[in-house]
């Protein structure tokens, strides 16, 4: 099936061959309506619930939970909407605060997004912990104990394509009351994602055809009711009754992304209707692809492998920011560097910078083509300047 005519942006921009998933997914048409129909139609707060209008919002609201809820195997009121994924992670860092005690330790996987480490070294400043890094799954194991409190990973990272069994560190983590926070930024639009082998779940939507300013934390019942919120305002003051069962909403003060959370319920719709392990399946078609062709040509070094939803390469002699240049001048929209991988520019095994490609269900065969082709006709890559 050809699901490039679902998607505005492809069909107002016929040329274009978009590579750059893993930062910013493309919206179907449902989703850019679901925005347009809040705003004509459906645009007032949730303070006025009592209305028709504002009775719409409030329960367009309790069934996106309801929908992530059921995405995640989670409980609709351990779903919090925050900003996006960087701010999710902010908030927990600051939260666990209140848990963490002096001589824990925290574990980081060395490919993790800065915003999944970063806030933590901020926020925990003022603790006496020890913090450790992994590159793989039994250098992990081999150093979970029971000092670890804080295990941060993403299920899929946004460069190497590092792929966890998280069921089997969950385990672990659960002998030693250790939680485990899984970045599924990008993982969330290709494999299933479950809260029953994560404690704490962190999504952009904008990542998952949806809108751009939006996120959500999902958490397991044994942390969420460890947690108390951090940010204070308007519609959360009289859920603060600091009981085991804080409501949601204690987490969200001021005025939801009211917009936001009508286009991540189409998106959900969407996803749900073509199916998830549909998707998967046209993702992994298209990396074979894309990587059996690019092993053909002698210029390309690859570092991933077929399969993978992320693809790294280099071309022999020529700067990775260059070539992502040179296929931006020509409609092919790649990233180049390392990604916001903290971690990964400090360490030589991989010090470097790559072209990375990163594919959705609408890619397809053309947008292969149209790469190799202008890869086969590079020259020295900067004759566009």
């Not at 705003?39 to 329960?59: E, P, Q």
């Not at 590159?135 to 992990?140: F, H, K, M, T, V």
């Not at 001021?254 to 073509?274: C, K, S």
């Not at 992994?284 to 991933?304: F, M």
Request: with cysteine.
């Amino acid at each position: 099936m050809n699901y490039k005519n679902r998607f505005p942006m492809l069909i107002n921009n016929p040329d274009l061959v978009y590579f750059d998933n893993a930062a910013l997914s493309l919206k179907p048409d449902v989703v850019c309506e679901a925005g347009n129909d809040f705003y004509t139609k459906y645009s007032v707060s949730t303070r006025t619930k009592d209305s028709k209008l504002g009775h719409k919002t409030s329960t367009f609201i309790y069934q996106t939970r309801e929908k992530l809820a059921s995405l995640l195997d989670a409980d609709e009121n351990n779903v919090i909407f925050t900003s996006g994924s960087t701010e999710s992670l902010n908030q927990i860092a600051m939260m666990i605060e209140d848990i963490v005690e002096d001589g824990d330790e925290i574990l980081f996987s060395i490919f993790n997004h800065a915003s999944n480490v970063l806030p933590f070294f901020y926020y925990l400043q003022n603790k006496n912990i020890t913090y450790k890094y992994f590159s793989d799954q039994q250098e992990l194991l081999n150093m979970i104990s029971s000092k670890t409190k804080i295990i941060c990973l993403s299920q899929i990272t946004n460069n190497l394509n590092i792929d966890y069994n998280l069921d089997e560190i969950y385990q672990l983590c659960l002998k030693n009351d250790a939680f485990l926070i899984n970045d599924a930024a990008q993982a969330i639009g290709y494999k299933k994602v479950t809260i029953k082998n994560s404690d704490a779940i962190i999504m952009s939507a904008n990542k998952f055809y949806g809108p751009t300013g939006l996120g959500t934390m999902i958490f397991s019942k044994r942390l969420f009711h460890k947690l108390r919120p951090k940010k204070f305002g308007g519609g959360a003051s009289k859920y603060l009754n600091y009981t085991d069962s804080l409501s949601p909403l204690a987490f969200e003060p001021g005025t939801h992304n009211y917009a936001g959370i009508f286009q991540l319920n189409a998106a959900l719709d969407f996803v749900f209707a073509i199916g998830l392990e549909n998707i998967n399946k046209k993702v992994n078609y298209i990396s074979h692809l894309l990587h059996n062709k690019l092993k053909l040509l002698d210029n390309v070094i690859l570092y991933s492998k077929p399969g993978d939803s992320i693809c790294l390469f280099n071309v022999k002699n020529v700067a990775s920011q260059d070539v992502a240049s040179y296929l931006g001048n020509n409609s092919i929209y790649v990233r180049s560097g390392t990604f916001c991988a903290w971690f990964m520019e400090n360490i030589s095994e991989f010090h470097g910078t790559y072209v990375r490609i990163s594919l959705a269900f609408y890619n397809d065969e053309s947008d292969v083509d149209k790469l190799i082709a202008k890869l086969k006709t590079g020259g020295d890559f900067i004759d566009y300047l």
